[in-house]
C-alpha cells in the first residue's frame, strides 16, 4: 500500500473546521464531499455544533469512535497544530491542510509550518498543503471531492497537480466546459510534505490515470523531477504550465552562460528533454490534456482535414503547416470515394471540403473513407453548423467513426454555447473538440511529436575518463585567491585535465622576449593581449592572426599595442598570449553549470564573436516558445544551441543526450581559446 | 452621400425569396431583419405567399409600390438574374446576394458571376457577395441585421469585413460572449464588386466604428490595401487575421528572393508596415478586438499587476515579460498607500497580491492608487472569485476606476461560466475582460506596439536619380536569348546603373591571360570561378581571396581549377572572374520582386552564405509570428531581416520604409558581388 492511497483512498473523512455558514470554506468543503457522494463515511469536527449537513459532529477528532483515514483541515491557523496532534494520536493517516498562515506568511507562518511537519513526521502522516484548496478523486473506487471548488469537476482520465489554488478552481472551471474529466486533482499548497514529484509516483502506474498535467512554479527536485518525468512520460503523457521563470531574480545572473541558463530556455530545456509536453497557457493546458486523455499518438505527420467551410479549414491548413506538419496528400481511390458520396461543387482534395450541406451522414462517411486512407494519420473534421443541421448528431457520428480507427480525431466545433453544454452531457467519450482550427492544430503538432519522442531510443550513458583532482586544484587556488577570471595557462591547463585537444600556446609577460615563444609555438600563429581584465579582446583590436614571421610578429605586436593603448587598456594588460594558428573551423561554445532551479546544466552552441551577441538577442527578443529552439547556423551544418541537463550532479559527463555533443567536439583537432 | 450607404443605411429593404420556412436562410434572414428591429420597411417578396412574417408579399421587387433601397436576394441561384434586373428596374441602389453557385463553383457559375456583375454596374447598383451570410449594422442610426447568423450581435463599436461566412457566424457566437459589440458587418462573399478595400475606406471616418476586424483570404489590390490600412491606422486601430499564406503554390517560387517574398513573412511584413495588427486565430481576433475597441492606447511599457492569487500573477508577469514590455516598478508613494489599505500578508511589489480577502472595495482603491502612480502605463487586475465575494461587484468597480485614467486597463476574469453572460447585460461598458492571463497580456503588448507605430514619423519619400534604360537593356536582352544567370559583367551594368559603389573587376576567359586583368585590377585581389550555371562558387571551392601576388594568383588559380575539377563542374566554366579584394565588411543580401500577391517588396538582410541558409532554416522552422521578427546578426550591429512593401509599384525608390535600408548601403564603400 503506498502511503498517499491515505490521501486519496481514504474510507473515512474527519472535516476539522466543518462549518453550516454557506459560502464559507469548511462549509463548501463538506458539501462538496457530501455532494460528489463520497463512498465512505464523513465525520464533521467542530465543538460548537452538534450536528452538520445533518450529519452527528464530533468536538474534536479523537472524540470520533470510528477509525479516521483522512482528515481536511480547515480551522483557523492557531489551531491547526492542535488539530494535527489530535490526528497524530488518532491514528490518522492523511491529512489536507487547507488553512493558510505559514511559510507563504514568513516570520512565525514558516516557524508555524516546521511544527507542523514535525508533528506529519512523528506520526507518519501525509500532508496535503498548508495553504491549498484540497484534493479530488474521481476513480471508479472512489468519490471524493475534498476542495471548496465552486464547480463539480467531471470524472475522466487527468490526474491534476496544481502548485496554485486559484488555478486550480480556474482549472476545474474550464475543463468543465470542454468535457475534461479527472482522476485525481491536488492543490499542494505550500508542499510542506506531498509535493509534484510525489504525486507523479503516485500517479505513474495509476490505471485510471491516462494523462498528467501540472501547473508548476518551481522544480522543488530537478533531479529527480528529471529522472521521473522521463519514464513516465515514455507511457503517460505529462503536459505542464511551468511558470514564474521570468522573474527578475533569473536575469541577475551576469556570466554568458549563467544568464542564458537562467531564463526560460532552461525551463524549456529540462521539460523537452524529459518529455514533458510544454504550454505557455492554462487554455492550452486544458486543450492539450483534452487531446492527450482522448486520443491514441499518430503513425505520422499527415493530417487530413474534412470541413463544410473554406475559412476555418483554410486557417488549420496554415497552422498545420507552422507547426511543421504535413497536409496529408490523399490516395486516388480516397478521393474516388470521396466523389461518390460528395456534391460536384465539393473539394476531394486535402482540404476535404464537403461544402455547407454537409450532414452527420456525410461527416461519418467521408471521416471514414478519409481515415481509412493509409496516408492520412491523423484527421481535423471542421464543422460550422448551418442552419438545418444539427451539431450533436455530426459530433456523435465523428465520434462513433473515429473510434473505429488507432487514428487521432481532433474535431473543431464553431457552433453556438450551449452545444458545448449539451455534448458532454448527450455523448459519452466524445472526440476532443475544440472551438478554433488554431487550437486543434497545436495539439495535433504535440502529439505527433510526443509519438516521435516516446520512440526515441533512451540513449547510452558514457562516462569519460577525466583528470578532476588537477582542475579543482586550479580552480581552488583561484577562488581562494579571490575568484576572477582564469589565466590563459590555468584554462589550458583545466581543459588538458578533461582530455580537450588543445592548441600549441605560450604565455609571454610584457617584458620577456616574443620571438623565442613563437618559435617555440611555431609559425603561422595568432598574436593575443593578455590580461586579467581584458575579456573582450578583439573588440578593442588586441587580436591578430596569420602571423607567418617574424617581420609579421613585430608588426603585430606594435598593431595591438596601439590598439589597446587607444582603447584606453593597456595598463591593464600583463603580456601576450601566442598560439597557434588553428585550421579554419567551426567555432564553438560550451558551458557547464549547476543550476539552483534546474540542476547541471550544458550548453553547446554556436561560439566565438556571434555567440555572446545572438545569445542576449535571443534571450531578449525571442517569444517564450522560440527560444530554445532557435538554430544558430556556421557553415554547411547546423549546430542547434541546446541546454542539456545532465543526469547526476556530482560530476562526470554522465547522460545520454550529451553524447551527440561529446560526438561532436570530437570531431574538432583543437581547441582554440577565444 | 457614399454608395455603399445603400447596403448599410437603407430606409427600406426587399428580402427576395423571403419563406415562412423554420430554418431556411430565406426565413431567417427576415425573421432577424424583423427581431433585430430594422428602422425602416421590410417587403417580403416571393410569388408563392400573401404574406410572410406577418408582412403583405410582393410577387417581385417591381410590384412593390413604395421606393427599395436595398434588396437581400436569397432566391436559387437561376434566378438570381432576373431578380436583380427587377432590383435595376426598379431603382434599387443596393444588393446584398445571398445565393450561391456563383465564381467558387467555377464553370458556368463564373459566367453567371459575370452577368451579374454587368447588371450591377448597368443599374449602378453597389453589391455585396454573391455567397456571403449578409451585412449587419448596428448604430444609433440604422438597426439592421441581414444575415443569417443563428446569434442576435450586440451594438457596440467594432467593423468587421469576413472573406469567409462560416467565420463570420463563429465571430458573432464568439464575440457575445465577451460582450463585444458590432457597428457594422459585412461578409463580403465573392467580392463580384464590395471588397475589404471599399469598406476600409466606408469605416475610415465612421464616427461608431472604432476598430475594425478584418478576416482576409487575399489583397485584392494590395497597393490600396497599403495605403488606406497605412492611413486609417493612424487614427482607428485594424485587427486582421490574414489566412491562406501557406498554401503549397506560395512556396513553389523557387529564387531565394522569390521562395522568401512568397512566405508567411510577406503578408507579415505587409500588415506590420501599415500598422494593421496581425493575429493567428480567431480566438486572438476577438481578444484584440476587445481590447483596443474599449481602451485607450498606452503612453509607455509599464505593466502593473493586481490580483488576489499568487499564481495567476506569476503567469501575467511571465506572458508580459516574453512579449518585451516591462513590470512597472511602483513609486514609494504607492507602495505606502497600498500598505495602509492591504491587509500585512499583502504583497504591495508590483504584481501587487492583495491575497484572496480582497473584494470589490480592495480593487476600486488599489486599482485607484495603482493608476494614478505615474510609472504605471496600464493596469492588468486579475480576479479568481473566492467564496463570499461577487465577481460582478468587483468588474464593475475595476470599470468605474478605469473611466477616470487615460490608461488601459486590461481585466483577468477567472469565474465561472454564469458570470461571462452576465456582465454584458449588468455592466455597460465593462472593461476588456479575459478568461486567462496570457490573454490580456498579449492584448497589452499590442496595444504597446500600435501606441509605438501611431507615433512614428510618417518619414519622407526619396527618389534616386537612376539609369533606368541602360539596366532595362540588359534584362531584355537578357530575357530574349532566353533567360537565365545573369553574367557577372551584365550584373555590374545593372548596379552601376543605379548607382551603386562597385569593386573594381575584370571577366577572364578560360583562355585569356589572367596577369594581364589582374594588374589592371591590381592587388590584393579575389579570384572566383565564372560560369552561367556555377551559382554557389565557394561551395565547391571556387573562390581564392587574398591573393598578394602574381605568384599568389598562379596558385590560386591551380587550387582553383583543382577543386572545380574535382566536384565535377569544370566543364561548366567559362572563365575567372578577377576583383579588388574588398575591406573587410558587412555582407548584406538585398532583393526588390513584384509579387503578385503583395505587391512590390524588398528584402534586406545579412547576405553572404549565412543568408540562404539561414533565410531557409527561417521558413522552415519558424512558427508565423518569429518569422517576420527574427533579427540577424553580424558583427556588432544588427541588420533586421526585413521585406519592405514599395509604395509605388512601377518603378523607383519612392517608399519611406526605403530610407531606412538606403541610409545603411550608403555606409558601404564599395560592393563585392558574391
Known amino acids: ?167 486550480g478552481v480556474a482549472i476545474i472551471l474550464a475543463a468543465h466546459k470542454l468535457n475534461l474529466g479527472f482522476s485525481y486533482f491536488a492543490s499542494v499548497g505550500n508542499k510542506a510534505d506531498v509535493s509534484a514529484v510525489d504525486l507523479l509516483e503516485y500517479w505513474e502506474n495509476d490505471e485510471h490515470t491516462g494523462v498528467i498535467g501540472l501547473y508548476l512554479e518551481s522544480f522543488d527536485d530537478p533531479t529527480r523531477f528529471t529522472e521521473l518525468s522521463k519514464r513516465i512520460s515514455k507511457h503517460k503523457p505529462i503536459v505542464a504550465v511551468k511558470s514564474g521563470t521570468s522573474a527578475a531574480g533569473a536575469r541577475a545572473a551576469s556570466s554568458h552562460t549563467g544568464s542564458l541558463a537562467g531564463l526560460e530556455v532552461a525551463a524549456d530545456a529540462v521539460l523537452r528533454q524529459c518529455g514533458v ?127 473505429q480507427y488507432e487514428k487521432p480525431v481532433l474535431a473543431v466545433l464553431m457552433a453556438e454555447e450551449k452545444y458545448y453544454d449539451m455534448i458532454p452531457r448527450e455523448i459519452e467519450n466524445a472526440v476532443p473538440y475544440y472551438r478554433f482550427p488554431e487550437s486543434a492544430a497545436m495539439v495535433a503538432a504535440a502529439l505527433v511529436r510526443h509519438k516521435i519522442w516516446s520512440e526515441k531510443p533512451a540513449g547510452k550513458v558514457q562516462t569519460f575518463d577525466v583528470d578532476r583532482e588537477t582542475a579543482v586544484a586550479v580552480l581552488e587556488k583561484k577562488h581562494k585567491s579571490g575568484g576572477g577570471y582564469l589565466s590563459p595557462d590555468d584554462v589550458y591547463t583545466v581543459l588538458r585535465a578533461y582530455g580537450f585537444p588543445l592548441c600549441r600556446h605560450a604565455v609571454v609577460s610584457l617584458g620577456q622576449d616574443i620571438k623565442e615563444a613563437a618559435e617555440k609555438v611555431g609559425y603561422p600563429l595568432v598574436l593575443k593581449i593578455d590580461g586579467e581584465s581584458i575579456v573582450h579582446k578583439s573588440d578593442i583590436g588586441g587580436v591578430e592572426v596569420g602571423i607567418e614571421d617574424e617581420e609579421d610578429l613585430c608588426e603585430a605586436r606594435q598593431r595591438i599595442e596601439a590598439n589597446v593603448s587607444s582603447a584606453g587598456m593597456f595598463q591593464q594588460a600583463t603580456g601576450y598570449f601566442v598560439q597557434e594558428m588553428a585550421r579554419p573551423g567551426r ?88
Open 277 to 403: 509536453i510544454r504550454v505557455g497557457s492554462i487554455g492550452d493546458l486544458i486543450n492539450m490534456v483534452a487531446g492527450f486523455g482522448r486520443s491514441p499518438l499518430p503513425k505520422g505527420d499527415r493530417v487530413g482535414i474534412l470541413t463544410n467551410a473554406g475559412g476555418p479549414a483554410i486557417m488549420a491548413a496554415d497552422a498545420i503547416e507552422s507547426h511543421g506538419l504535413n497536409i496529408a496528400e490523399l490516395s486516388t481511390e480516397t478521393r474516388e470515394r470521396l466523389e461518390a458520396i460528395l456534391p460536384p461543387e465539393a473539394s476531394v482534395h486535402n482540404p476535404v471540403d464537403m461544402i455547407s450541406g454537409a450532414a452527420s451522414k456525410e461527416y461519418a462517411e467521408a471521416l471514414e473513407i478519409m481515415l481509412s486512407d493509409p496516408g492520412v494519420d491523423l484527421a481535423i473534421p471542421i464543422f460550422v453548423p448551418p442552419l438545418m443541421i444539427e451539431p450533436l448528431g455530426v459530433v456523435r457520428q465523428i465520434t462513433a467513426i473515429a473510434r
Open 1 to 167: 500500500m503506498n502511503t498517499l492511497d491515505a490521501i486519496f483512498k481514504p474510507k473515512s473523512i474527519a472535516i476539522i473546521g466543518a462549518t453550516t455558514r454557506k459560502g464559507s470554506i469548511g462549509r463548501e468543503i463538506i458539501h462538496n464531499l457530501f455532494s460528489f457522494e463520497f463512498n465512505g463515511m464523513i465525520f464533521p469536527v467542530n465543538p460548537r455544533y452538534e450536528y452538520i449537513h445533518s450529519t452527528k459532529a464530533y468536538p474534536t477528532v479523537l472524540s470520533i469512535p470510528d477509525p479516521v483515514d483522512l482528515a481536511v483541515i480547515v480551522v483557523p491557523k492557531e489551531h491547526v497544530l492542535m488539530a494535527a496532534e489530535d490526528c497524530g494520536r488518532k491514528g490518522v493517516k492523511g491529512m489536507v491542510i487547507i488553512s493558510a498562515g505559514f511559510k507563504e506568511v514568513g516570520g512565525e507562518g514558516e516557524e508555524r509550518e516546521e511544527q507542523l511537519i514535525e508533528i506529519a513526521k512523528k506520526y507518519g502522516i501525509r500532508m496535503v498543503g498548508p495553504n491549498c484548496m484540497g484534493v479530488i478523486a474521481a476513480t471508479p473506487d472512489v468519490t471524493m471531492n475534498a476542495t471548496f471548488s465552486p464547480s463539480t469537476p467531471r470524472r475522466g482520465n487527468l490526474a491534476f497537480m496544481t502548485q496554485s489554488g486559484a488555478l
Open 587 to 674: 567555432e564553438i561554445i560550451l558551458g557547464v553549470m549547476q543550476d539552483p532551479k534546474f540542476g547541471p546544466l550544458l550548453m553547446f552552441g554556436m561560439g566565438g564573436k556571434y555567440f555572446q551577441t545572438l545569445a542576449c538577442e535571443h534571450a531578449c527578443h525571442a517569444g517564450k516558445d522560440a527560444s530554445a529552439q532557435t538554430i544558430f547556423h556556421s557553415g554547411q551544418k547546423f549546430n542547434r544551441l541546446s541546454l542539456f541537463p545532465i543526469g547526476s550532479p556530482d560530476g562526470g559527463c554522465s547522460c545520454s543526450e550529451m553524447m551527440e555533443t561529446a560526438e561532436s567536439l570530437r570531431r574538432f583537432d583543437r581547441i582554440a581559446m577565444g
